[in-house]
């Protein structure tokens, strides 16, 4: 067994003083049990713990680690610039940059604007969609996850057509009203709620491969439905590639699908390892943006010197040529190895991928929906999870999360994991 003693006299003093203990609510292990360990340095694909412990990271901070933790060219970037000071409060030469690059690498975005968490980007691109088509409602998807703003917090009503309800204690009714939740891959749902609503709907938004509700793919031309029926009815296509911006392509999931979405959000790897976020878009829509239009929103830290140094280093790690291939052949050669051992243990096992993300279901295949999703055998994942970690493998600790792949996850590293899964799919069989 890991030695856990730094970590669990870590954890005892956390949850005396942070809800639960974590600042974030997955860290606490609630859906997997057991307790987290705390980092206490990360490097290349590893994450090591402060009782000495190293684990093979398929977490990467959920996203921006795609280049691999500490990376030397990222290090240097962010010493660079802190020798001449944390914030500034006035702008500087760093934003311009990435607003070039962000804008250059996804050409939907004619305009962007910084913010400080991918929370933060979704807010204020819904803001925007209001504001701009004078409409109220917003659509999202069952499963997929925005961040913790009110409008997002929000659970299907008893049917398709019926309003949103809140999904946490704290949103009001009336707010969770204007969210409508449709089902993920149901085209004609889709169509009929446009039928009912479009010309109330200000925007849909979603997640394009939906990375919280483990990894679920879009049916082939179901973005293209959304971009129709959005046109037809004056309504916004939100694209939140919050988590699949600059990871599945280096144009993000919009490049991958070939999608020209309306609004698009972003944040993680754009940040490198450094709190960010960044919504952008069509130019006749950002421009309605304060100071440039009357729509507000603003940000004491947002475009931060130190996090765009870490972003832009990051984006220049990505930009080398075969970097997403290779991503690729690394998540197939992955998801191969875990279905091949999985088979061999005679356990019902699939896995979903796209470059540099996927999802682990203990079910059969295939999964296109929420639903689907929802049937994989979490307390196996659970299992499964805490055997792994045990054998030095970091996995998502829930069964509804995505896992992510980087560039530093080398051959013998996958190697390793798929023996240590074929170790944990034989005790699942006890
Ligand atoms: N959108 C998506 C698709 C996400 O995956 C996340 C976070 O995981 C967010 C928005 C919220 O980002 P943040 O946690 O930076 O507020």
Same mark, same amino acid.
């Given at each position: ?26 860290? &606490? ?111 999202? !998807? ?18 398709? %057509? ?27 749902? &889709? ?44 309504? %916004? ?28 959000? !972003? ?49 220049? %790690? ?39 993300? !996927? ?11 929420? *639903?689907?999703? %929802? ?9 499964? !999870? ?39 799919? *034989?005790?699942?069989?006890?």
């Amino acid at each position: 067994m890991r030695n856990t003693t730094q970590s669990d006299q870590l954890f005892a003093r956390a949850k005396e003083l942070l809800p639960g203990g974590v600042n974030s609510p997955v860290r &606490a292990f609630k859906s997997v049990g057991g307790d987290p360990f705390f980092a206490k340095r990360a490097y290349g694909a590893m994450i090591e713990d402060v009782d000495g412990n190293a684990y093979i990271d398929y977490v990467g901070s959920w996203g921006p680690m795609i280049a691999g933790h500490a990376h030397p060219q990222v290090l240097q970037a962010v010493s660079e610039t802190i020798a001449d000071g944390l914030s500034f409060g006035t702008p500087n030469p760093l934003e311009v940059t990435m607003a070039e690059e962000i804008t250059r690498l996804v050409p939907s975005c004619e305009v962007v604007r910084m913010v400080n968490s991918g929370t933060e980007a979704t807010l204020s691109a819904i803001r925007l969609a209001r504001g701009a088509t004078g409409r109220s409602k917003i659509v999202k !998807f069952s499963g997929c996850y925005h961040g913790h703003g009110d409008s997002f917090l929000v659970k299907a009503g008893s049917g398709v %057509l019926t309003l949103g309800l809140p999904n946490s204690p704290g949103v009001p009714a009336a707010l969770s009203e204007l969210t409508l939740t449709l089902d993920y891959n149901d085209f004609d749902q &889709a169509q009929e709620l446009f039928d009912e609503y479009g010309d109330d709907i200000a925007a849909v938004i979603i997640e394009p491969v939906v990375g919280n509700a483990n990894c679920i793919l879009p049916k082939p031309g179901y973005h293209q439905h959304l971009r129709d029926l959005c046109t037809k009815h004056d309504a %916004l296509l939100i694209f939140d590639e919050v988590m699949t911006g600059f990871r599945v392509s280096l144009g993000g999931a919009q490049e991958l699908f070939g999608i020209t979405p309306d609004l698009s959000t !972003f944040g993680k790897i754009i940040g490198g390892g450094m709190p960010v976020g960044a919504y952008g878009g069509r130019r006749d829509l950002m421009k309605q943006i304060a100071p440039a239009g009357p729509i507000y929103q603003a940000g004491t830290l947002s475009g931060n010197p130190v996090a765009m140094a870490a972003g832009l280093a990051t984006l220049k %790690l990505i930009q080398r040529p075969g970097f997403h291939s290779e991503l690729l052949d690394k998540t197939n050669y992955l998801c191969d190895g875990l279905e091949q051992a999985a088979k061999d243990a005679n356990i019902a096992f699939h896995t979903t991928r796209v470059p540099a993300m !996927f999802g682990l279901y203990f079910r059969e295949g295939p999964v296109e929906s929420f *639903a689907d999703a %929802l049937q994989s055998d979490a307390a196996r994942y659970g299992r499964f !999870f805490h055997v792994m970690l045990d054998q030095g493998v970091f996995l998502a600790p829930s069964a509804f999360e995505a896992a992510f792949m980087s560039i530093e996850h080398s051959k013998d590293l996958l190697d390793q994991t798929i023996a240590a899964a074929r170790a944990a799919f *034989a005790s699942l069989q006890s």
